[in-house]
């Protein structure tokens, strides 16, 4: 079952000598439970993707479906509500809420949707996250891996048909960035999580079940995982 659907999606910013085509004429499904890396020189329009993906920004032309919903025909409030109830987002700084504990950041976005939060799975991701001696530990007292695993945790508090990670280990040194590789495909392999990364780390791209290369604002090659070993 396809999760996400994009259909001939452009994205123009400016006109006449200042226009820019970040993306043209881009259309791919992505399957529930696929583990997807988007790869691709800078200025490529790959994160101009991921933000019309998560909803961030609105394409010039074409369709983007979730979970069988195309988020262009919602209005602002509706896609708010649409995209904290079935997107994850995991940004490279963390974007972690200073004055709030572990704890509290993990659960913010049950109680803006006005829920009461699932302890059961809120221990669950506290345990597999590695973070159990940290919950009542605010940001600037976490190391950069636990701020990301933080972030990581809050993305999934909703259980999202969609986790969307923006370049997850370019804030990271190596043994960090291994361990939320790990992380990703954990969830990915046991909950059939839909995960789909912007990224420059050749580590996340070999782990991905498919690899998707943007140029110039086109896809460029589509390769899944037999094809990405065997090139």
Request: hydrophobic share 35%.
């Amino acid at each position: 079952m396809n999760i996400l659907e994009i259909k001939n999606l452009c994205k123009v910013y400016g006109s006449g000598e200042t226009r820019v085509d970040a993306l043209k004429d881009v259309s791919f499904s992505v399957e529930q439970g696929e583990f997807v890396a988007i790869v691709g020189p800078s200025g490529s329009g790959k994160s101009t993707l991921l933000h019309i993906l998560g909803g961030v920004d609105v394409p010039t032309t074409g369709e983007v479906n979730i979970a069988g919903t195309d988020i262009g025909k919602l209005d602002e409030s509706k896609l708010a509500i649409f995209r904290r109830r079935n997107i994850g987002l995991i940004y490279q700084f963390y974007n972690l809420i200073p004055i709030l504990t572990v704890e509290e950041n993990l659960t913010l976005p049950i109680l803006l949707d006005g829920k009461k939060p699932d302890q059961k799975l809120l221990a669950d991701l506290i345990e597999k996250l590695g973070l159990k001696d940290r919950v009542g530990h605010l940001p600037n007292q976490l190391s950069g891996g636990q701020q990301q695993r933080v972030s990581i945790g809050r993305a999934l508090m909703n259980h999202p048909a969609l986790l969307l990670a923006d370049e997850p280990t370019g804030n990271l040194d190596s043994e960090n960035s291994k361990e939320i590789i790990s992380l990703l495909r954990k969830f990915n392999r046991e909950n059939n999580q839909t995960v789909i990364i912007i990224t420059h780390d050749e580590r996340i791209a070999n782990s991905a079940g498919r690899v998707i290369t943007i140029e110039d604002g086109c896809i460029t090659r589509d390769s899944k995982k037999s094809e990405v070993m065997a090139s």
